[in-house]
């Protein structure tokens, strides 16, 4: 029996009349070219990737790092307010030659994991290395961060704010409802730490230190900086490991 021959298909431009055709493929070539463009965008956005993400929020908020290399800005780029003994917080010898000054948010995951990587740096160059912190709360990614701060400054009231410090980032995952319990573990007077929290007197102060932060360069938590006896002032930009802090403070000690 004979077969009968398959219907020959036309294809979609066989179907088009010429004007249609022109049509498809001036869409087609304007697609391309979009194409073409979103890739080269992605590859000029990542070819800085070791740099901070910066998208700022109010003069106070900005996107988070995970722990981007040292170096950025420059040395000679770093604007920074000097160290007031009496009224920063400070960890250590405070006529250490060598001053960490570190910008935090303690709700920030990295700055928990750098907080141990400093208290190692401490262990390690205690008397060479003074630690001062101050605030870097990233409020559109991390709600519970500020008032966090604003606890910390109240314990310090109390001369307890590095003890306070050591519990909230140990109880990291309590911020939402358990600071005062936090400040009890901390050693505090709970009822002179919830009066003082509830008055808001400290909010300047935390604010102050934000807008520091990314004058000195800071585009995410934690942003530390390395003064040297000599005055030179080292970026540390994100959660560094204890080796690269290390690197940055041996070329200083004699």
Not at 9 to 28: H, M, R, S, Y
Not at 96 to 116: G, L, N, R
């Amino acid at each position: 029996m004979e077969q009968p021959q398959p219907v020959q298909k036309k294809n979609l431009l066989e179907q088009l009349n010429p004007t249609q055709v022109f049509v498809f493929g001036l869409v087609e070539g304007v697609l391309v070219l979009c194409t073409i463009g979103f890739f080269i965008l992605l590859a000029m956005v990542l070819g800085d990737g070791k740099t901070i993400a910066a998208t700022s929020d109010g003069g106070r908020q900005v996107s988070p790092s995970a722990a981007p290399a040292a170096g950025n800005p420059t040395q000679g780029d770093i604007t920074l307010r000097s160290v007031d003994e009496k009224n920063d917080h400070i960890r250590g010898t405070k006529d250490a030659a060598i001053t960490i000054v570190e910008y935090s948010d303690f709700q920030c995951p990295y700055c928990q994991q750098f907080h141990e990587t400093m208290k190692q740096v401490m262990e390690t160059y205690a008397g060479n290395v003074r630690w001062v912190y101050r605030h870097f709360p990233l409020e559109s990614i991390h709600p519970n961060a500020r008032q966090a701060a604003l606890g910390s400054e109240c314990a310090a009231e109390q001369g307890k704010f590095w003890e306070y410090a050591d519990a909230t980032f140990s109880n990291q995952s309590q911020l939402a409802s358990g600071l005062t319990d936090i400040a009890r573990q901390a050693g505090l007077n709970a009822a002179k730490f919830e009066t003082c929290l509830s008055s808001g007197k400290y909010d300047d102060l935390v604010d102050q230190d934000a807008t520091e932060a990314q004058l000195a360069g800071g585009r995410g938590t934690p942003y530390s900086i390395l003064i040297a006896p000599d005055g030179t002032k080292i970026p540390i930009s994100g959660a560094q490991p204890f080796a690269s802090v290390q690197s940055a403070i041996e070329p200083y000690l004699n």
